[in-house]
């Protein structure tokens, strides 16, 4: 089992509507998670952190965590074609320092 | 603020040469990660660096190296190179001491071994 799982899509939705993203990780002593998005020949971009269970809103991203079910998702409203790219879920393990761990991404394609 | 910079940001090597990459964090970040991204593996951790020690290691053979000065510059070293290390090799700095800490990348250097 990896220690953290995302679909690798492509997942593909419509101008304008919702993307969901979701990671799960293994580790229950994980303490940090964050959404990073990669534009194709780029390096990963932070769109959100999130450390507490809930919700965390951030313009049209909303990060949504579930320490209970080890789950962590990234919500996208009103959708845009720039927002086309592989979003990648990374974790923090036992705050660890600087280590991250990374899912192997999902790729959003969104479709005007 | 400036970003994190990396230099090169190209690079083409033959099999056993070595190799330096380079890494200037954003200021007043103290901590400098690298990372090693391939199309089969992913993003995957290589070792991270604090006020000059080497606070995290990936698994990674010993071919793969790091430092960093006293500035937070952080450099990595690989040698003997290998066909499988063409990567996307990934500096990321962040600034918290403690756990937690939110990285932001640079360019990356794109390696390529023939």
Redesign the interface.
């Known amino acids: 089992q990896k220690e953290v799982e995302q679909n690798s899509g492509p997942l593909s939705v419509p101008e304008g509507a919702i993307a969901s993203l979701n990671c799960t990780y293994s580790d229950r002593g994980s303490?940090?998670f964050?959404w990073?998005r990669q534009y194709s020949g780029?390096?990963?971009?932070?769109i959100m952190?999130i450390?507490s269970n809930g919700d965390k809103e951030d313009g049209r991203f909303t990060a949504q965590l579930n320490k209970a079910s080890q789950y962590v998702s990234l919500l996208i409203r009103d959708s845009q074609p720039s927002d086309s790219a592989t979003y990648?879920c990374?974790v923090?393990k036992?705050?660890?320092?600087?280590?991250?761990?990374?899912?192997?991404?999902t790729e959003l394609s969104v479709k005007p | 603020k400036a970003g994190v910079t990396q230099t090169p940001r190209y690079l083409i090597k033959t099999r056993g040469q070595q190799v330096t990459l380079s890494c200037s964090p954003i200021s007043g970040h103290r901590s400098v990660s690298w990372y090693q991204q391939t199309p089969g593996q992913g993003l995957q951790f290589l070792f991270e660096y604090f006020s000059e020690t080497q606070r995290n290691k990936g698994n990674f053979p010993g071919r793969f190296s790091g430092r960093q000065f006293s500035n937070s510059r952080s450099e990595m070293n690989v040698s003997t190179l290998e066909l499988g290390d063409s990567a996307l090799y990934l500096c990321a700095s962040s600034s918290l001491a403690g756990g937690g800490e939110t990285q932001y990348f640079g360019p990356g250097t794109r390696l390529l071994v023939l």
Do not use: H, R
């Not at chain 1, 320092?97 to 192997?104: D, N, P």
């Open positions: 303490q940090s964050f990073y780029k390096s990963p971009e932070l952190f450390y990648l990374a923090n036992n705050n660890q320092g600087g280590k991250l761990i990374f899912g192997q991404g």
